[in-house]
Structure formats: structure tokens, C-alpha cells
């Protein structure tokens, strides 16, 4: 039994992954600013590991406090850049379930995040997968206000070299400072979002 370091969790490991791109994969110059990407990840220790557990309630309730702590991180994080997309995973150990980790992506946990952001009008994209240390989560970002912005769909990769262990799950969030570079698709245009219903 872990010893709950956290609110309701036992978090061993925080993490912090930033990536800028400069340049198209052709070599094309970034058409304004540079693209930065954010991965923030918790390493929770999963008291559920090994057995069912019919309620999850307790996770998904405590789960506020997580999501208020990634809002603080990838506020300090962004050092006062603006977020425009957002997106979230899970990587569950593989002595437990994927309902594990899902438990901790629940509203309760991406409000205090929407809030951290001034507001998220959009759904948050998510996925996840079990595995161990080495699985490599490719994270879905989408525009935070508006889904229907179509150069924000982007995605962002990691992996954890020392987790998550069988009895763990690692939470992470993705953000990004803007769309992909040189997006060239058409469709409505992060400029013109309303924000007013997720959509547009």
C-alpha cells in the first residue's frame, strides 16, 4: 500500500516534455511563430491494479485536485504564452484497466484545466492504451474553443523510460501555442473562432 502523497492519489513522478518547432518537415519556414508543444504527466500509483472495482468514484472526485495542479504546471510551463490546443491521454500499467485511467479524464479533472486556460469551450480529445515503460502514446491536440478549426489537428508523442509500472497509470495533457505550421486546408480559421458552442 502506497501512502497517498496527493489528495486522494500517490504520485511518484511528475513530467514535463516541451518541443518548438521551427521549420515544416520540408524545411519551410514557420509562417509566424514557432510551434511549442507540452506534455504534462502524472505517475499515479492504481490502487484498483489486479482486481474490479465496481466504483470508481472516489478517483473520478479526486481527480479536481489533479486537474487544478496540471492547470498550475502548464500555466508555469507556458510562461505566459497562450495555449490554443489541448488534448489528453492515458498509459495504464498492465495490471490494470483502461476504465482505470479513464477515470481520471472525466470533466471534474479538465475543468479546473479549462479554467487554468481561460476557458475551453471545445471537447478535449483524448486516447490511451495500456502498457509499460517505453510505450510510446501518440497524444491528439485539437483547438480548445472550436474543434471545427481544422490546422490545429495535430498530435504529439511520448514516452516515459521508467514508467508506468504494472500496479500505475500515467495521466498526461498535451497543449500547444498554436495550429501546425503552414496549415493549408481550408476551413475555418482560428482568427474567426466564436467560441461559443465548442464547434465553431
Not at 53 to 66: F, K, M, Q, R, Y
Not at 149 to 154: C, F, G, L
Not at 171 to 181: E, I, K, M, P, Q
Request: charged share 20%; with cysteine.
Amino acid at each position: 500500500m502506497r501512502t497517498l502523497n496527493f489528495g486522494a492519489f500517490h504520485i511518484r513522478k511528475w513530467y514535463l516534455q516541451v518541443e518548438d518547432t521551427l521549420a515544416g518537415e520540408t524545411g519551410a519556414p514557420a509562417d509566424g511563430e514557432p510551434l511549442r508543444k507540452f506534455v504534462l504527466a502524472a505517475c499515479i500509483h492504481n490502487p484498483y491494479a489486479g482486481r474490479y472495482e465496481p466504483d470508481l468514484s472516489a478517483w473520478i472526485e479526486g481527480s479536481v485536485a489533479l486537474g487544478q495542479e496540471f492547470g498550475r504546471r502548464i500555466q508555469q510551463a507556458a510562461n505566459g504564452q497562450a495555449i490554443e490546443s489541448y488534448g489528453k491521454a492515458i498509459l495504464v500499467g498492465t495490471d490494470g484497466e483502461y476504465e482505470h485511467g479513464n477515470a481520471l479524464l472525466t470533466n471534474p479533472a479538465a475543468n479546473p484545466i479549462r479554467d487554468a486556460l481561460g476557458g475551453g469551450k471545445s471537447w478535449v480529445p483524448s486516447t490511451g492504451k495500456r502498457g509499460g515503460p517505453g510505450t510510446v502514446l501518440d497524444i491528439p491536440l485539437a483547438h480548445k474553443d472550436a474543434l471545427y478549426v481544422r490546422s490545429h489537428y495535430d498530435s504529439v508523442s511520448a514516452l516515459f523510460n521508467d514508467g508506468p509500472n504494472r500496479d500505475e497509470v500515467i495521466v498526461c495533457w498535451s497543449f500547444a501555442t498554436r495550429g501546425r505550421l503552414n496549415a493549408r486546408l481550408g476551413g475555418l480559421k482560428a482568427s474567426e473562432v466564436k467560441g461559443l458552442d465548442g464547434l465553431v
